[in-house]
């Protein structure tokens, strides 16, 4: 088939890209900066705001997936800008291209969009989504982590000192990006109906903070101590870390909302058919290359 993807060049699209590749899909994705070239890729320059680019994008596809979205912006405005309309752009482009498949990649923070702008504004873009009379599948990812990640990057170079700084007390349920990207393609060509999926690891009960602390010290060789910090001093810390790194600040006050959240594990009615899809990669080994990735890198 031929898919076009958005957020290509991210951490979960960059994987899709190549899996899909591999499956023997073309594949046609958006990119702000000149990129490589890859066999069976089309890069189209442009972004979610530039509706030429979209047509070009979408232009012969059999199906759509829409991976690209804002984790982090200075305020509610920016949230809103980068996941409900620019997902209302996605949307629009795929019904004038006449494309009926479309995947939806979401996020649980949906789930409690009280918590937080990031959540909230993932709630819009689902209902976006709902609305737009295509056959459309959302996918709520838990916590992605996996090779080429950067938001868990700070996790593993404090338990390198064996320590890691937790939220307060909670369970979580995580996935390897491989097994995501996966899921992603398995629904291009099985289309359940228009329904919510929650994926994770297959964990029951998901882990908790501290398991999951502990985990990734395994992952790096290291015996770690977990600290769960109340929500004031998270926040205290959100404030440090945006004077030390500014914009690429990874704890900011609004991730601080839904960090804080006893429960971010899925819904188990809610996970996928095991006929059409079921993770793979076992979390402990996972954790593990995604350490040795990090090596590699110098980033550890």
């Not at 919510?196 to 297959?202: K, N, P, S, T």
Request: hydrophobic share 45%.
């Amino acid at each position: 088939m031929i898919l076009a993807i958005t957020g290509g060049t991210g951490f979960v699209g960059g994987k899709l890209i190549e899996l899909a590749v591999e499956a023997g899909h073309e594949v046609r994705a958006l990119t702000r900066r000149p990129q490589p070239d890859m066999p069976c890729v089309t890069w189209v320059p442009g972004a979610l705001d530039a509706p030429p680019a979209l047509t070009a994008m979408m232009r012969g596809a059999d199906a759509v997936i829409h991976v690209a979205g804002v984790v982090n912006a200075p305020d509610r405005a920016g949230f809103a800008a980068g996941n409900i309309d620019g997902s209302q752009a996605v949307v629009d482009a795929a019904t004038t291209a006449g494309i009926r498949r479309f995947i939806h990649v979401s996020s649980l923070a949906a789930r409690e969009p009280q918590l937080s702008h990031y959540g909230w504004s993932k709630a819009g873009a689902e209902h976006v989504v709902e609305a737009s009379g295509l056959d459309w599948t959302i996918v709520r990812p838990t916590a992605i982590y996996g090779p080429g990640d950067m938001e868990m990057r700070d996790m593993f170079r404090m338990a390198k000192f064996g320590l890691a700084m937790l939220p307060p007390p909670g369970r979580m349920s995580v996935i390897e990006v491989s097994d995501l990207a996966r899921l992603l393609l398995a629904l291009v060509a099985n289309d359940p109906g228009r329904v919510i999926l929650e994926v994770d690891d297959g964990a029951e009960d998901g882990w908790t903070h501290a398991d999951f602390a502990r985990a990734i010290g395994a992952a790096v060789g290291q015996r770690v101590l977990p600290l769960a910090l109340p929500k004031t001093i998270l926040s205290l810390a959100a404030r440090a870390d945006r004077l030390l790194r500014g914009g690429k600040a990874k704890l900011t006050a609004d991730r601080v909302g839904y960090l804080s959240h006893p429960d971010w594990t899925v819904d188990p009615a809610k996970r996928p058919e095991t006929a059409l899809w079921r993770a793979e990669v076992p979390t402990l080994q996972g954790l593990t290359a995604t350490a040795s990735w990090y090596r590699a890198k110098g980033l550890l």
